[in-house]
């Protein structure tokens, strides 16, 4: 049984994200790394960066993403060299070419014409006059009263 | 094992179901043709129906739970989903830490919401009562007949096994045995507006009666909802190890969506009250905000989207699910098209009113939404039709849906303190100057404190204390600054301010943490003192024992500051042999300032062991905002307005607004 135990214990271990054996010895140079590994994701996982990851596939890219930058590479370069490897599906900020534009604008296209519709709809409410304000009948409005005051 | 003779107890369960099916189908024609008939007994039958409906419902949930609770291997859920070795509380859990009993819990809260209706209805009209009725039977129609044909929980194994293979480590968690069922409280309490909205469109009337009547259910989802999000978000930091709260996971976003709508829809539901306007549009966003919840449920149970909570990935559950969606929304949709010019709005109001600025509080939410829909279904519809294959995470919604929550934070307290109709817009600033002042410099002490880093935390701060001292002035304003009205408000204020306020405390403690999180990761030798921040800590010594159903590593760490000991933590990790899965319990310093987070990991070659810190400035002002939110909806639902015989109102109607 402690034999059993002792494997056990042993399948368990790849648990960490960043390991300290991986923590560069440049504070500067670490810091750059866990901010642009934020934004990678680890490609087996669900929906996690490498920076949170603990599979091994997520190690690798640390690792290799620290290589790159002791290497001399700017952040831009570092992680283009990933691109590359692995796809635009490493990317979790998606970047602004082509059909993306759509998803980066949709908010604030999205945001003007809701704007404008609404903008519209104040105004209508602001210049309309009283006019069409009783289309209840007298039987009705106590009818509403009645329901209002229970 | 079950006992031999408590062995039919499943195929009662199983009986029930089929027979809630049919009170279901009965209670959705019958009262409907009565309402369009004007057949009282026809209309009448839809009450009992539904607390016979949801009494059955509950019966069938019951006996799927006495099957998990006594261990029955011969249920195939039960083997699938649970262990004999597993702590009681998480047996009953595990009745819904699954696809098949987490939509059984579904179906009962609709149902459950129905009978509710039925028991506290007494003042809707016939007709309403009979036509809301019918709409949610409607749903549970077509819920239960996708649990019986497509996921059902009573499927016996024609031979048992001797023990389950158990439920996911990660769920077997206090904050998140309680989790589904807050969620669902609030995901289908939607449902609950969305048969009003569809009732008051077959019936062509919409008026602030009907406002008020939608108002507390809308409410009491909102406030399930919020504490289903909240509960779910702090298992997320306390569970999955490095102190994440919020992860814009599809699932995530899916219960994050109907919140934002369900937001926008008690403002605008309040607007059809007290001023008869804005009709179509508090139809169209309950429809809406249903319809997210459908679309919630899709993206978990068809696993579309992968994510960690997709435990169902089933393509002909989807498809059912798709059905499902495209009938409510689609008839919904279509008969809001057809009716909707019906709804005149009567109210009149200034360009600058409280009015136009609910108006800009549902645009803010409503866009925040179709932001996130946007993001959440984008790596879809880019493979689709562009053949690109990308992510959208975290850093597209934090850079894309954040300005709409700052500008919200901005806007609330002035709108806050304006008048109904028309306002002067300087007028109404006027008593918010000193808050601005205050909230300034509490934003630029903190941007001379922190020297050189971002923005974000000052800016948090500042919206926080705007937030909190707004609401606060606009509460002494409204007592006439007089502190004995202040206990004789009605309790709607209160609840206004405290949820208000509540989302002060929250995004002013997302900001806090964001900011200004320090952490650190070494290797840690037994005894041998390191500083993270003002902080020292000393690990005493790592020993593994074993839990009911697991084994763990326990470390023992000391936390000190200044030499004096503060706490002893204990960080853990777990193995879950059944499950073959390794999980983490952090140790949590929780105070009003920071926490500091310990986390333990491997032990190393050359000695020691890999031990993680982190210190997150202001991280529980989260789940407090979230606490104050919830607690501000349920105050405002103890309102006397909404209690059922509350005496008659103090002020006559004809006066629009306090």
Same mark, same amino acid.
């Not at chain 1, 283009?80 to 604008?105: C, M, Q």
């Not at chain 2, 179906?107 to 039925?118: C, E, K, N, P, R």
């Not at chain 2, 009250?273 to 993206?299: D, H, V």
């Given at each position: 049984?402690?034999?059993?135990?002792?494997? +056990?214990?042993?399948?368990?271990?790849?648990?960490?994200?960043?390991?300290?054996?991986?923590?560069?010895?440049?504070?500067?140079?670490?810091a750059?790394?866990?901010?642009?590994?934020?934004?990678?994701?680890?490609?087996?996982?669900?929906?996690?960066?490498?920076?949170?990851?603990?599979?091994?596939?997520?190690?690798?890219?640390?690792?290799?993403?620290?290589?790159?930058?002791?290497?001399?590479?700017?952040?831009?370069?570092?992680?283009?060299?990933?691109?590359?490897?692995?796809?635009?599906?490493?990317?979790?900020?998606?970047?602004?070419?082509?059909?993306?534009? +759509?998803?980066? +604008?949709?908010?604030?296209?999205?945001?003007?014409?809701?704007?404008?519709?609404?903008?519209?709809?104040?105004?209508?409410?602001?210049?309309?006059?009283?006019?069409?304000?009783?289309?209840?009948?007298?039987?009705?409005?106590?009818? +509403?009263?009645?329901?209002?005051?229970? | 094992?079950?006992?031999?003779?408590?062995?039919?107890?499943?195929?009662?369960?199983?009986?029930?179901?089929?027979?809630?099916?049919?009170?279901?189908?009965?209670?959705?024609?019958?009262?409907?043709?009565?309402?369009?008939?004007?057949?009282?007994?026809?209309?009448?039958?839809?009450?009992?129906?539904?607390?016979?409906?949801?009494?059955?419902?509950?019966?069938?949930?019951?006996?799927?739970?006495?099957?998990?609770?006594?261990?029955?291997?011969?249920?195939?859920?039960?083997?699938?989903?649970?262990?004999?070795?597993?702590?009681?509380?998480?047996?009953?859990?595990?009745?819904?830490?699954?696809?098949?009993?987490?939509?059984?819990?579904?179906?009962?809260?609709?149902?459950?919401?129905?009978?509710?209706?039925?028991?506290?209805?007494?003042?809707?009209?016939?007709?309403?009562?009979?036509?809301?009725?019918?709409?949610?039977?409607?749903?549970?129609?077509?819920?239960?007949?996708?649990?019986?044909?497509?996921?059902?929980?009573?499927?016996?194994?024609?031979?048992?096994?001797?023990?389950?293979?158990?439920?996911?480590?990660?769920?077997?968690?206090?904050?998140?045995?309680?989790?589904?069922?807050?969620?669902?409280?609030?995901?289908?309490?939607?449902?609950?507006?969305?048969?009003?909205?569809?009732?008051?469109?077959?019936?062509?009337?919409?008026?602030?009666?009907?406002?008020?009547?939608?108002?507390?259910?809308?409410?009491?989802?909102?406030?399930?909802?919020?504490?289903?999000?909240?509960?779910?978000?702090?298992?997320?930091?306390?569970?999955?190890?490095?102190?994440?709260?919020?992860?814009?996971?599809?699932?995530?976003?899916?219960?994050?969506?109907?919140?934002?709508?369900?937001?926008?829809?008690?403002?605008?539901?309040?607007?059809?009250?007290?001023?008869?306007?804005?009709?179509?549009?508090?139809?169209?966003?309950?429809?809406?905000?249903?319809?997210?919840?459908?679309?919630?449920?899709?993206?978990?149970?068809?696993?579309?989207?992968?994510?960690?909570?997709?435990?169902?990935?089933?393509?002909?559950?989807?498809?059912?699910?798709?059905?499902?969606?495209?009938?409510?929304?689609?008839?919904?949709?279509?008969?809001?098209?057809?009716?909707?010019?019906?709804?005149?709005?009567?109210?009149?109001?200034?360009?600058?009113?409280?009015?136009?600025?609910?108006?800009?509080?549902?645009?803010?939410?409503?866009?925040?939404?179709?932001?996130?829909?946007?993001?959440?279904?984008?790596?879809?519809?880019?493979?689709?039709?562009?053949?690109?294959?990308?992510?959208?995470?975290?850093?597209?919604?934090?850079?894309?849906?954040?300005?709409?929550?700052v500008?919200?934070g901005l806007?609330?307290?002035?709108?806050?303190?304006?008048?109904?109709?028309?306002?002067?817009?300087?007028?109404?600033?006027?008593?918010?100057r000193y808050v601005f002042v205050l909230a300034i410099a509490l934003a630029g002490f903190a941007f001379v404190v922190q020297s050189g880093r971002s923005l974000l935390g000052p800016m948090g701060l500042f919206l926080g204390a705007w937030l909190v001292a707004?609401?606060?002035?606009?509460?002494?304003?409204?007592?006439?600054?007089?502190?004995?009205?202040?206990?004789?408000?009605?309790?709607?204020?209160?609840?206004?301010?405290?949820?208000?306020?509540?989302?002060g405390?929250?995004i002013a403690g997302i900001a806090g943490l964001t900011a200004w999180a320090v952490?650190?990761?070494?290797?840690?030798?037994?005894?041998?003192?390191?500083?993270?921040g003002a902080?020292?800590?000393?690990?005493?010594?790592?020993?593994?024992?074993?839990?009911?159903?697991?084994?763990?590593?326990?470390?023992?760490?000391?936390?000190?500051?200044?030499?004096?000991?503060?706490?002893?933590?204990?960080?853990?990790?777990?193995?879950?042999?059944?499950?073959?899965?390794?999980?983490?319990?952090?140790?949590?310093?929780?105070?009003f300032a920071r926490?500091?987070?310990?986390?333990?990991?491997?032990?190393?070659?050359?000695?020691?062991?890999?031990?993680?810190?982190?210190i997150k400035p202001m991280?529980?002002w989260?789940?407090?905002?979230?606490?104050?939110?919830?607690?501000?909806?349920?105050?405002?639902?103890?309102?006397?307005?909404?209690?059922?015989?509350?005496?008659?109102?103090?002020?006559?109607?004809?006066?629009?607004?306090?």
């Amino acid at each position: 049984m402690k034999r059993l135990i002792f494997i +056990l214990l042993l399948l368990a271990s790849p648990l960490a994200a960043v390991e300290p054996d991986e923590v560069l010895s440049d504070p500067a140079l670490e810091a750059r790394a866990r901010e642009i590994s934020q934004g990678l994701r680890c490609l087996v996982c669900r929906n996690e960066s490498i920076d949170e990851s603990n599979a091994s596939l997520a190690r690798d890219l640390r690792l290799l993403l620290r290589e790159r930058l002791v290497a001399g590479d700017s952040d831009q370069q570092a992680v283009d060299f990933i691109v590359n490897r692995y796809g635009e599906y490493v990317l979790l900020k998606p970047d602004t070419r082509g059909a993306n534009r +759509l998803l980066w +604008l949709a908010g604030p296209l999205m945001l003007l014409l809701a704007g404008g519709v609404g903008f519209g709809y104040l105004r209508s409410r602001s210049r309309a006059t009283a006019t069409g304000d009783a289309p209840l009948n007298a039987d009705e409005e106590a009818r +509403l009263r009645d329901i209002l005051d229970r | 094992m079950a006992p031999y003779n408590d062995c039919m107890i499943t195929e009662l369960g199983h009986f029930a179901l089929i027979l809630a099916f049919g009170v279901a189908v009965l209670q959705m024609i019958i009262p409907m043709i009565g309402a369009h008939r004007r057949l009282p007994g026809w209309m009448a039958m839809a009450e009992p129906a539904a607390a016979a409906q949801c009494a059955l419902i509950a019966l069938s949930f019951g006996a799927l739970m006495w099957a998990f609770i006594n261990s029955d291997f011969s249920l195939r859920l039960v083997v699938e989903n649970s262990h004999s070795a597993k702590p009681m509380l998480y047996k009953i859990s595990g009745t819904w830490g699954n696809h098949e009993g987490s939509m059984l819990l579904w179906v009962l809260i609709v149902s459950l919401f129905g009978a509710m209706v039925a028991l506290f209805g007494g003042n809707l009209p016939p007709s309403l009562r009979a036509r809301v009725l019918s709409v949610q039977a409607a749903i549970a129609v077509a819920f239960l007949a996708f649990i019986l044909l497509t996921s059902n929980p009573f499927l016996r194994l024609a031979t048992p096994p001797f023990d389950g293979q158990d439920l996911n480590p990660l769920l077997q968690d206090p904050g998140l045995a309680f989790h589904p069922p807050f969620l669902y409280l609030g995901y289908v309490g939607l449902s609950m507006s969305f048969s009003f909205a569809v009732a008051a469109l077959i019936e062509g009337r919409v008026d602030a009666a009907w406002g008020r009547w939608v108002r507390p259910w809308t409410l009491a989802a909102w406030v399930f909802l919020t504490i289903g999000i909240a509960l779910g978000s702090w298992w997320a930091y306390y569970e999955l190890g490095w102190g994440g709260f919020w992860f814009w996971d599809p699932v995530e976003n899916a219960s994050f969506m109907p919140w934002l709508l369900a937001t926008a829809l008690l403002h605008s539901a309040i607007v059809v009250e007290k001023r008869e306007s804005l009709k179509s549009w508090t139809i169209l966003l309950a429809i809406l905000a249903f319809g997210f919840s459908l679309i919630g449920t899709f993206i978990v149970r068809s696993g579309l989207l992968t994510s960690v909570h997709a435990f169902a990935t089933d393509p002909e559950r989807g498809v059912f699910i798709l059905a499902i969606m495209a009938v409510f929304m689609g008839g919904a949709l279509l008969l809001f098209a057809l009716r909707a010019g019906v709804m005149e709005a009567r109210g009149v109001f200034g360009l600058v009113s409280r009015e136009s600025a609910l108006v800009v509080n549902n645009l803010l939410l409503a866009v925040a939404c179709f932001v996130v829909f946007v993001g959440t279904m984008w790596p879809l519809v880019a493979e689709m039709f562009f053949d690109r294959k990308l992510s959208v995470g975290p850093p597209f919604f934090n850079a894309a849906f954040t300005p709409f929550m700052v500008a919200l934070g901005l806007v609330m307290p002035i709108g806050s303190v304006m008048p109904w109709k028309r306002a002067g817009f300087m007028r109404a600033l006027r008593p918010l100057r000193y808050v601005f002042v205050l909230a300034i410099a509490l934003a630029g002490f903190a941007f001379v404190v922190q020297s050189g880093r971002s923005l974000l935390g000052p800016m948090g701060l500042f919206l926080g204390a705007w937030l909190v001292a707004g609401t606060a002035v606009e509460l002494w304003q409204r007592s006439r600054s007089d502190w004995r009205r202040l206990g004789r408000l009605p309790r709607a204020d209160w609840g206004k301010a405290t949820a208000h306020a509540g989302l002060g405390v929250t995004i002013a403690g997302i900001a806090g943490l964001t900011a200004w999180a320090v952490d650190d990761i070494r290797v840690a030798k037994v005894d041998a003192p390191f500083t993270v921040g003002a902080y020292t800590l000393t690990l005493n010594g790592v020993e593994e024992t074993r839990g009911p159903n697991y084994l763990a590593t326990i470390a023992d760490v000391t936390l000190s500051k200044d030499g004096d000991k503060i706490a002893q933590m204990f960080p853990e990790k777990r193995i879950y042999p059944v499950a073959q899965m390794p999980t983490t319990e952090a140790a949590i310093h929780y105070n009003f300032a920071r926490d500091v987070y310990v986390v333990i990991g491997d032990e190393q070659l050359g000695g020691g062991w890999a031990v993680r810190t982190y210190i997150k400035p202001m991280t529980i002002w989260i789940w407090i905002g979230c606490g104050m939110m919830a607690l501000g909806g349920i105050l405002s639902l103890t309102d006397r307005r909404f209690r059922v015989a509350a005496g008659a109102r103090k002020t006559p109607i004809a006066q629009p607004a306090e």
